[in-house]
């Protein structure tokens, strides 16, 4: 937390000036409520009242100060929370496709979400409240030591030891915390999956599986948010318990000094207020304290540095072929394929059949970068693909999946992802994608809304979505993995035909569905495991 509030060092220091004004005034009224105490013994009313008019001004001023802090502190927070969001942000897009795969998004989710929200109220905000109270603790201690030093020093030494004290028990909560915020990832994965899943269920009947699934993985949640809100609670009980301690052993020392004529009887009112400004503020900086203990854990994930990859070269355009030479690829010990040879040119049109699982979308996983650990070679003009950056690949390279994902917006913000392109590319693109007849039906043509994850669209219309897409931003290897299979057969053939004939295209179609005669048109057709024709 102290490295990121840091940068807020400006903004800071502006609050740090408001706090200090308004403490300024709260500590004049003490010294006016002090002098009163001495005007009521000489029974001057006329000076009684000249202070209660002031004071009432200052708390006038002081409500409005109050408000304007307000204000600026969730100015301030808004700004500092919109970084915390841009921490993550970067986090998310430095991680590589692959290991965006392995992580869960229930879990991304719930930093932006749950983590986000806790280190704002047990973090930023107590930060702001702790500087409250070091001013409050400060002038306190200014204003007791001037009246009398031995009263500051007694109340030091009873509350201090208060302060030293709470340390031992901030770990506690600490490590608590850190087991919240793993359940609160938990419990998001979980509610998001079963969101995703509660049509299924629905359609077979198995409704109390999504109620069982939430239910238990809350009960979860509950209960450790109780343990650390107990574990706080625990913490908070002894700070107190030993500041009671305290307080007794101040009142006993100023009524004591009162009664011996130490210090005078005025200073009893004021004199109090005071030591319970200074009391009451290390008491709260304790609390503070074991609260912002339990922010650390959200703050070192919001801050973890992105993962650090060994930087590598930007892969060249690829001008020649492409190779697997003697390509082994085994999902832990499961192995799907063994020395594998296959080559593609660049421009060349490419089938790839093979039986369900025997490793078509692997292969191009790996081409993609997508999966490293393989054995043998895989070579882009003859050089190792390892030397290259395996993120650079994407930019040459367009991948077709089988389940396409489409953002919740309009087609066209689908298809161009908010790039300018001329309308004459556009309009190539939903030729060749089989598309652009499909738009007619559309009311609102290319403004239509796709609805959540493409909802409102066919599977088809869909996947010509993803071509179109591809297809747009000239990407010249184009991998579609069985995307046309949700096609009707005339717009997959147009697709087909269509990527068939784009000269610029090296098109690497993997299909369930070649027919014999078809195979003539592609430069070379795979079959996983044989050789089908060259
Ligand atoms: N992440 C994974 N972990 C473990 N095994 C996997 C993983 N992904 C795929 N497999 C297995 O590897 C084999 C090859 O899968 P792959 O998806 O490459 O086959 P495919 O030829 O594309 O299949 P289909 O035609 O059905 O899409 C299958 O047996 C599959 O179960």
């Not at 009960?219 to 650390?228: F, G, N, P, T, V």
């Not at 913490?235 to 030993?242: C, D, M, P, S």
């Amino acid at each position: 937390m102290k490295s990121f509030m840091k940068h807020y060092k400006f903004e800071s220091s502006i609050i740090f000036f408001e706090l200090l004004f308004q403490n300024l005034l709260l500590l004049g009224s003490t010294l006016i409520t002090m002098y009163m105490a001495k005007l009521v013994m000489e029974g001057d009313l006329r000076g009684i009242l000249i202070c209660s008019a002031g004071i009432m001004i200052l708390y006038l001023i002081l409500h409005l100060l109050f408000w304007s802090y307000d204000v600026h502190l969730t100015k301030v927070i808004a700004k500092i929370n919109q970084a915390m969001r841009e921490n993550l942000n970067h986090q998310m897009l430095s991680k590589s496709v692959e290991q965006l795969k392995k992580g869960d998004s229930g879990e991304y989710l719930s930093w932006y979400i749950n983590d986000l929200k806790e280190a704002e109220e047990k973090g930023i905000r107590n930060f702001y409240d702790a500087i409250d109270e070091i001013i409050k603790l400060v002038l306190g201690i200014i204003v007791l030591g001037a009246i009398n030093w031995r009263l500051l020093l007694c109340t030091l030494i009873t509350t201090g030891m208060v302060y030293v004290l709470s340390h031992r028990f901030g770990n506690d909560v600490k490590q608590e915390s850190e087991k919240v915020s793993a359940i609160w990832e938990k419990f998001t994965k979980a509610v998001k999956e079963q969101i995703g899943g509660v049509r299924v269920l629905k359609y077979f009947g198995y409704q109390d599986r999504f109620q069982r699934q939430i239910e238990g993985e809350s009960k979860e949640l509950e209960k450790q948010r109780y343990i650390y809100v107990k574990t706080q609670g625990k913490a908070t009980l002894k700070i107190r318990g030993i500041n009671s301690v305290a307080s007794f052993v101040n009142n006993m020392v100023l009524f004591g000094m009162c009664a011996l004529r130490v210090i005078p009887a005025e200073i009893f009112f004021g004199g109090g207020n005071l030591i319970n400004q200074v009391k009451n503020s290390i008491l709260t900086l304790s609390e503070l304290r074991v609260a912002m203990d339990g922010a650390r854990p959200y703050f070192e994930k919001i801050n973890r540095m992105a993962e650090e990859t060994e930087k590598k070269k930007e892969l060249p355009m690829i001008n020649n072929e492409i190779e697997f030479r003697n390509l082994s690829f085994a999902y832990s010990e499961k192995p799907v394929f063994e020395n594998l040879n296959l080559k593609f040119k660049v421009g060349g049109k490419y089938g790839i059949i093979g039986k369900s699982g025997s490793g078509k979308t692997t292969l191009l996983k790996i081409l993609l970068g997508q999966l490293t650990s393989y054995s043998g070679e895989l070579l882009f003009d003859g050089v190792d693909a390892a030397v290259y950056d395996t993120e650079s690949f994407y930019r040459q390279m367009a991948y077709i999946e089988q389940n396409v994902f489409l953002f919740h917006t309009t087609i066209r913000e689908n298809i161009t992802l908010g790039a300018e392109f001329q309308k004459e590319e556009l309009e190539e693109a939903l030729r060749n994608s089989a598309l652009y007849e499909d738009l007619k039906s559309f009311p609102q043509g290319l403004d239509t809304d796709v609805g959540e994850n493409g909802d409102c669209l066919s599977g088809g219309q869909k996947q010509r979505v993803a071509v179109a897409r591809a297809l747009i931003h000239k990407r010249n290897i184009l991998v579609v993995d069985e995307g046309t299979s949700a096609l009707d057969k005339i717009n997959a053939k147009k697709i087909e035909t269509a990527l068939l004939k784009s000269k610029d295209v090296t098109l690497l179609f993997v299909s369930h569905h070649l027919e014999e005669k078809d195979m003539q048109k592609y430069t070379n057709v795979y079959c996983l495991g044989e050789k089908v024709a060259q």
